[in-house]
């Protein structure tokens, strides 16, 4: 059985490009951990805003219940 050979330029050719895989890959994982902790302050801010809206409006429809006749 003959053996494959072995071609060190490939080989590091080969290496180079998975080092940049590899770079690109947590640099993408970085920016991934950023879009979800601005998604997730969104969502408080969202969440915020809607129980400010409901107090407001829940006050405006007691105060026209009460002093609006």
Same mark, same amino acid.
Do not use: C
């Given at each position: !059985?003959?053996?494959?050979?072995f071609?060190?330029?490939?080989? +590091?050719?080969? &290496?180079?490009r998975?080092? *940049? !895989?590899?770079k /690109? !890959?947590? /640099?993408?994982?970085?920016h $991934? *951990? *950023? =879009? =979800?902790?601005?998604?997730?302050? #969104? /969502? %408080? %801010?969202?969440?915020? %805003? !809607? @129980? $400010?809206? #409901? =107090?407001? +409006? +829940?006050? $405006? @429809? &007691?105060? =026209?219940t009460h &002093? %609006?006749?």
């Amino acid at each position: !059985m003959e053996q494959p050979e072995f071609d060190p330029v490939k080989y +590091g050719v080969l &290496w180079q490009r998975v080092q *940049e !895989m590899d770079k /690109k !890959m947590d /640099k993408m994982e970085r920016h $991934i *951990e *950023e =879009l =979800l902790a601005l998604a997730n302050k #969104s /969502k %408080g %801010g969202f969440w915020m %805003g !809607m @129980t $400010i809206a #409901s =107090l407001v +409006g +829940g006050f $405006i @429809t &007691w105060f =026209l219940t009460h &002093w %609006g006749r």
